[in-house]
């Protein structure tokens, strides 16, 4: 996510709005984002409401086997409709800016 931060203004330029959504709770993310400078949002979803509507929980994953999110980035236009979508298995492994904005250039206009 550093390296969505550090490229922010490439998405705010284009008129994309970057969140991130994370099982934790409130108080952590805020820590979290506190900690490493974020300035976009990082929303809390703890009962996995949205995080399953997307289909990318991982069951049993995370520490003490916590149910937690995959990696996972989505480009949604302004109607709601999914663009783009890349989903990993791997925790370590997720989109960099760059693949997401090149997503972007192909989907051209239509998928802003």
Known sequence: MRSFQQRLPEF??????VVAI???PPDINQRQSQKLGYTFPLLSDPDAKVI???DVL???AGPK???IARPAEFLID???IVRWVNLTENIAVRARPEQVLEA???L?????
Do not use: F, K, T, W
């Open 12 to 17: 705010e330029a284009r008129g994309i709005r």
């Open 22 to 24: 994370s099982i934790d």
């Open 52 to 54: 399953r509507r997307y």
């Open 58 to 60: 991982h069951p049993g």
């Open 65 to 67: 086997s916590a149910d």
């Open 78 to 80: 302004s109607n709601g």
């Open 104 to 106: 972007l250039n192909q």
């Open 108 to 112: 051209g206009p239509a998928g802003q």
